[in-house]
Nanobody
Framework: VQLQASGGGLVQAGDSLRLSCAAS????????IGWFRQDAGKEREFVAV????????YYADSVKGRFTISRDDAKNTVYLQMNSLKPDDTAVYYC??????????????????WGQGTLVTVSS
């Protein structure tokens, strides 16, 4: 499956953005989809994950209550709604997919397929 992340941009603290992860080549409903982010000079970190049915989601503590992950299988797309953005949210955001993700959904090596990333910059 090929993944294309989009929707990033420059916003002010407190603003909202919605990122999209569009899949091609395969039906996205067959995949667990995760969002990760990486700021300059830092390691890539887990943000959120959604299960195949869409009923299971997990979030990093740093974004819980502000970000919402969802999926629209009819559009072959997963979204990350980001509200109340903070300067600390500044990063390149990547979506990742795998057919089988175990309990360590927060680890990068659980995912075989990655998109190219979209930059989110939050100014104070």
């Amino acid at each position: 499956v090929q993944l294309q992340a989009s929707g990033g941009g420059l916003v002010q603290a407190g603003d909202s953005l919605r990122l999209s992860c569009a899949a091609s080549g395969h039906t996205i409903s067959n995949y667990v989809i995760g969002w990760f982010r990486q700021d300059a000079g830092k390691e890539r970190e887990f943000v959120a994950v959604i299960g195949k049915s869409g009923s299971t989601t997990y979030y990093a503590d740093s974004v819980k209550g502000r970000f919402t992950i969802s999926r629209d299988d009819a559009k072959n797309t997963v979204y990350l709604q980001m509200n109340s953005l903070k300067p600390d949210d500044t990063a390149v955001y990547y979506c990742a997919a795998d057919e089988f993700v175990g309990g360590k959904y927060y680890e990068m090596n659980e995912y075989d397929n990655w998109g190219q990333g979209t930059l989110v910059t939050v100014s104070s």
